[in-house]
């Protein structure tokens, strides 16, 4: 009765993260960017050596970035297009059909390119290097043979890349996993005890404290990376709570001001319940008359904040202790997997409080299945 109670409230797991290919998607304006960018490096570093030859730069300069824009551009789009494609095969294969494409349309471009300036160009005067180019195939092969070994080098870079960035991520992924299966000894005896207790006294509350802790442990035993709604977070959260109130009674006294939170966007699973878990035992447990825990959480402008404050013990090294560094710890690496570089967790300890503050990007009002 209680497994299948617990079921009936678990939440649905989220589908899990592809994984990385190592083309970047050059349908995105980012990478249009980056392409535009390189193309105009290229032509000018390619102007300031042919300076030996001519003297006229800006013609020189102008015609090499007009070109090289139309070959960066088109084969991004080209790879805008195909990426869906080339995802769905081997990295090697894929590579291979990319530099094939891209190869056919330098050619394909450079064709194009001889052709209008014959037809607009006219025929050069002697010594006269020109706006177009008059060696047809010399100009197509050279083009295509200079294609070739970029398009190569860049896919080489862009696979490399791809590979380093998963490594990472596996790394992190797997020491977080680590972090999450250590279910602290301290929380499992207490809940074991609390409910023997209450199994002859309450047998309900008993049952719903086995409810609750099966709950625990499910979302402990998830997958690290997967993301749930910001209100499934909370009531994780809340369960803790329920546990802990069983054994510590009036002592605890958990306040919660969450209503202007977005409950629906996504974030990593256990990031508010350690926070909790903590303040309840480097800090409520440590004080003979209890103390109150005060959770708030506001959504600002593009952000959301989620505070956790506490009363501690009037001592130094709080936030130091091993406990606590290690649950902080699993709490930073799970945002940085989460959001790299736009989320952070900050801490404080002042006038025998201790404040843990989560600081994470609103990615908007999303529900998995829903």
């Known amino acids: 009765m209680a497994a299948s109670a617990s079921e009936t409230r678990a939440p649905s797991p989220p589908a899990t993260k592809a994984p990385t290919f190592f083309l970047p998607d050059f349908c995105a304006s980012p990478a249009v960017l980056a392409v535009v960018l390189i193309a105009e490096l290229v032509a000018l570093v390619i102007a300031l050596a042919r300076q030996a030859l001519h003297d006229n730069f800006w013609a020189d300069l102008a015609g090499g970035s007009l070109f090289l824009l139309w070959i ?6 080209v790879l805008c297009r195909a990426r869906p494609w080339l995802q769905t095969m081997q990295p090697s294969r894929a590579a291979m059909i990319a530099v094939g494409l891209l190869v056919a349309n330098i050619g394909l471009i450079s064709e194009l390119v001889f052709q209008v300036g014959r037809f607009w160009g006219g025929e050069p005067s002697d010594g ?10 010399g100009f197509v092969l050279r083009n295509i043979c200079v294609g070739f070994i970029v398009s190569s080098l860049a896919l080489r870079y862009f696979y490399v890349s791809a590979e380093w960035k998963r490594s990472i991520e596996q790394e992190a992924l797997a020491r977080i996993r680590a972090l999450q299966a ?3 000894p301290h929380f499992l005896f207490n809940s074991m005890n609390t409910i023997a207790a209450l199994t002859r006294s309450s047998p309900e509350r008993a049952e719903q404290a086995v409810e609750d802790l099966a709950d625990l442990f499910r979302a402990s035993l998830s997958d690290a990376s997967a993301r749930i709604p910001l209100k499934d977070e909370l009531e994780i959260a809340r369960t803790h709570q329920r546990i802990e109130q069983l054994r510590l009674g009036d002592r605890l006294t958990v306040h919660w001001d969450v209503d202007e939170l977005p409950m629906r966007t996504m974030v990593p ?9 903590n303040a309840v035992y480097h800090g409520v447990e440590t004080l003979p008359r209890g103390g109150e825990i005060s959770i708030v959480g506001r959504r600002q402008n593009d952000q959301v904040h989620i505070e956790v404050r506490n009363p501690i013990l009037t001592q130094a090294g709080y936030a130091n202790r091993e406990g606590n560094r290690m649950a ?3 709490i930073r690496q799970r945002l940085e997997l989460a959001w790299p570089g ?9 006038d025998g409080e201790f ?3 989560l600081i994470f990007p609103y990615a908007g009002d999303e529900l998995v299945n829903g």
């Open 269 to 277: 699973s256990l990031i508010v319940q350690p926070l909790l878990e």
């Open 72 to 77: 960066g551009l088109t084969s991004a789009a």
């Open 342 to 350: 736009r989320a952070r967790i900050e801490t404080e300890q002042r």
């Open 128 to 137: 006269e290097l020109g706006f177009f180019p008059h060696e047809h195939a």
């Open 328 to 330: 902080l710890e699993n």
């Open 355 to 357: 404040c843990a503050r």
């Open 182 to 184: 250590r279910i602290r």
